[in-house]
């Protein structure tokens, strides 16, 4: 592969993102989930006139009757993208008070910002596949992306796309499951799609069955929509229960278990679940392996054996998605909602 690099004044990068011949390609990216001081650090690093690596582009489509072309940035979305929220003051950007907005620059304050040059490498006319190539290529070494970025970049079909839209639910916002960087590192659409994988199969280890069903469902996927209503499902009966803020239920390993096998009993067996006589039993079974004063043999859960209750905390502390643990912290879980079905509240 011929590549050449040259610099280009951040003007024109721009120029071209305004008018469209500058096309940012998303599926190739990390999401763009910069937090604001890292968006700000890196205006005040331009500002400021220190350089920043390097981006790639290539080439995109070209119109044969007009001869108008575009190029695909195909790394440094998060930087170049950065810039023109600061150059159009968009109200995506929200600036500290020592960073003078562009729009109340000098007018040389303006002249020294566009003509910050931007170095480029240009790999020139290949395919899409060989450009996701290079983009896996480029980040193994220099960003280290995790598993599931690489995925992004491989795969762009229904199961990702499900995944990522139900990882966006108000749900995982409201209960704050997923920090900043969970969400920019894409961890909580692994999240949701270890979730959707084991709905349709079992419990597997780790994040292992995760690249063979999104190649599985790249194209097709007729379980998508019932998926998806059954996945919607869990979320509203978990908020019908209406635990507590405090409540250890919003841990992600205690919550991947209890959605796991609230799907087990609603989808699959069709049992009825009461949302309030799950939460007080549950809350009753948290506050057991929280140690919170609770005496186990004295409870309602006495019929609990001591030794389930410790590999239970042991496994939402360590190796938490390694398959036995998975399963153990299932079937723990699942065993008190099926006596919830029959006992009803278990602290009258």
């Known amino acids: 592969m011929k590549t050449s690099s040259t610099n280009l004044r951040l003007r024109q990068i721009l120029y071209d993102i305004g008018n469209g011949s500058l096309i940012p390609r998303p599926e190739f990216q990390r999401r763009l989930i910069w937090a604001d001081k890292h968006k700000n650090a890196f205006i005040e ?40 929220e600061y150059f159009t003051g968009s109200p995506n950007l929200r ?25 480029v490498r240009d790999l020139g006319n290949i395919g899409i596949e060989e450009i996701k190539r290079v983009f896996e ?66 419990y597997f280890h780790r994040d292992d069955e995760i690249e063979t069903y999104l190649k599985q469902y790249n194209d097709e996927f007729s ?19 209406r635990f507590e803020d405090k409540s250890r239920v919003w841990k992600k390993a205690d919550l991947f278990t209890l959605m796991v096998e609230v799907h087990r009993l609603l989808s699959k067996k ?25 005496d186990l043999e004295h409870s309602p859960l006495h019929w609990i054996k001591r030794d389930r209750i ?5 496994d939402t502390l360590q190796g938490t998605n390694d398959r036995s643990s998975r399963i153990r912290r299932g079937k723990l879980v699942g065993d008190i909602l099926e006596w919830t079905t029959s006992h009803g509240f278990l602290r009258r």
Request: include cysteine; glycine fraction near 4%; charged fraction near 25%.
């Open 223 to 241: 379980q998508k929509d019932d998926l998806c209503s059954q996945f919607k499902g869990i979320v509203s009966f978990i908020s019908d229960c």
């Open 137 to 202: 290529r480029i980040n193994s070494t220099r960003y280290a992306l995790n598993a599931m970025e690489i995925h992004n970049a491989r795969y762009d079909g229904a199961l990702k796309r499900l995944a990522e839209g139900l990882a966006e639910l108000d749900f995982f916002e409201i209960h704050r499951i997923f920090s900043v960087t969970d969400v920019r590192r894409m961890n909580d659409v692994v999240f949701v799609a270890v979730l959707l994988i084991t709905m349709m199969s079992t």
């Open 45 to 84: 690093t331009v500002v400021e006139h220190y350089p920043f690596p390097e981006i790639y582009i290539a080439a995109g489509d070209v119109d044969t009757e007009s001869a108008r072309s575009s190029q695909m940035l195909v790394d440094g979305q998060q930087r170049i993208t950065t810039l023109h």
């Open 95 to 119: 600036l500290r008070k020592d960073i003078v907005p562009y729009a109340s620059l000098s007018e040389r304050q303006k002249i020294e910002f566009l003509d910050y040059e931007v170095a």
């Open 270 to 294: 069709g049992v009825l679940l009461d949302p309030n006589a799950v939460r007080e039993n549950l809350e009753l079974f948290y506050d057991v392996v929280d140690g919170d004063g609770q």
């Open 310 to 314: 410790d590999e239970y905390r042991k």
